[in-house]
């Protein structure tokens, strides 16, 4: 899935002179966090959130002259003082997994589009992300999730698929990950059924380790020292 098939066309931008007051209207009104600063040709240059005004704006309990004096500092702030120059931005070429790799990577909560020229095309927020991962793999119809240890060699992906299909169980979609186990992998099927306590005692005495999914995700969290 590329990007271009889920992101925002019609993005609503910011001059980069303009006062961040204006910032702060323009993203009230249309209830969104994440604002492009491009210049005239619309080529990229920065990008302002809702963190960055929140981090200039005057504290509600200074009052008086001394409140005057802070709300008029932070009238004269423009959108140049305070915006991220150069952000992090996507292809319209890139994929949802290289979107969702990035997200990790970056914990951005928005990023711009931009085309081979680097001029702004669209913009794809986490919510855009989620959205789309939730269609992918199906998880907008009701069932359940399987974790599934495996030997990580040729066959196995098809045995456990056929072993499920064989119990007339329909897929909503499968993943595989890494598993801490040497030679192991870890195989997630979404199944549409909530019936699957014979399909779990079929792939046991088959010599199928079965996780809570939740488990498998505690194990791989970062450990303290």
């Given at each position: 899935?590329?990007i271009?098939?889920?992101m ?5 931008t ?5 006062d961040i007051?204006?910032?702060r ?10 604002l492009p600063v ?5 080529f990229l ?5 809702d963190?960055?005004?929140r981090?200039?704006?005057p504290?509600s ?5 001394k409140?005057?004096?802070a709300?008029n ?10 915006m991220?120059k150069?952000?992090v931005a996507l292809s ?10 990035l997200?990790q990577k970056?914990?951005f909560g ?7 020229q680097?001029?702004l095309?669209g ?5 855009d992300l ?8 199906g998880l ?11 030997e990580?060699k040729?066959g196995q992906?098809?045995?456990i698929?056929?072993?499920i ?5 329909s ?6 990950a ?10 997630f ?5 909530q019936n699957i306590a014979?399909l779990?005692r ?11 999914p ?8 970062p450990?303290?020292?």
């Open positions: 899935m590329f271009s098939k889920i925002t066309r019609n993005v609503v910011i001059d980069i002179n303009a007051s204006q910032a209207e323009i993203m009230s009104e249309n209830n969104f966090r994440h491009v210049d005239e040709s619309n240059i920065g990008i302002v959130t963190r960055d005004i981090s200039v704006s504290s309990h200074i009052t008086g002259d409140g005057r004096e709300l500092r932070f009238s004269g702030i423009k959108i140049k003082d305070i991220t150069n952000p319209q070429l890139d994929t949802l997994q290289d979107a969702l790799i997200l970056e914990r928005a990023f711009p589009v931009i085309d081979e680097k001029k095309i913009i794809v927020s986490v919510r989620l959205r789309e991962f939730i269609n992918v793999l907008e119809e009701p069932g359940t999730l399987l974790c599934i240890i495996a990580n040729l992906m098809k045995k698929v056929d072993a299909t064989e119990e007339h169980v897929f909503g979609s499968v993943l595989v890494r598993y801490w186990e040497k030679g192991k992998r870890a195989v099927p979404y199944l549409l059924t014979p779990k079929k792939l046991k005495n088959m010599g199928y380790t079965i996780l809570d939740m488990d498998w995700y505690m194990d791989h969290l450990q303290n020292d």
